[in-house]
């Protein structure tokens, strides 16, 4: 089964941009489906993006809509979240996600359909 840790999370202000890295290990990283769910402190944890397979749909919360994008490289096991304009409300604990799917167009936004998680990592948004 695939193991997932994310990298990236810092303390930047509002306005700066960060890049979330998940590195895979232990599976086929081109089979899963990949999110990216945050929580913030005293909330429930929530969707933020996806990745099909292959790379060819992705999906956004509206929150995020055009300042965050996901993609990934399946050469290199690895899924990216690139956060630009971050705002306060951005802060939280960012994990990554990975199920398998069988159709390379598939995404998933609920985490439930997800089996295998990271860690996390902080990221803080000062204003």
């Known amino acids: 089964q695939v193991q997932l840790v994310e990298s990236g999370g810092g303390l930047v202000q509002a306005g700066d941009s960060l890049r979330l890295s998940c590195a895979s290990s232990g599976g086929l990283f081109r089979v899963y489906v990949v999110g990216w769910f945050r929580q913030a402190p005293g909330k429930e944890r929530e969707f933020v993006a996806a990745?099909?397979?292959?790379?060819?749909?992705?999906h956004y919360a509206n929150s995020v809509k055009g300042r965050f994008s996901v993609s990934r490289d399946n050469a290199q096991n690895t899924a990216l979240l690139q956060m630009d304009n971050l705002k306060s409300e951005d802060t939280a604990v960012y994990f990554c996600?990975?199920?398998?799917?069988?159709?390379?167009?598939?995404?998933?936004?609920?985490?439930?359909?997800?089996?295998?998680w990271g860690p996390g990592t902080q990221v803080t948004v000062s204003s």
């Open positions: 996600a990975a199920v398998t799917r069988g159709l390379d167009h598939t995404i998933e936004v609920a985490e439930e359909e997800y089996d295998f």
């Open positions: 990745i099909s397979r292959s790379g060819s749909n992705v």
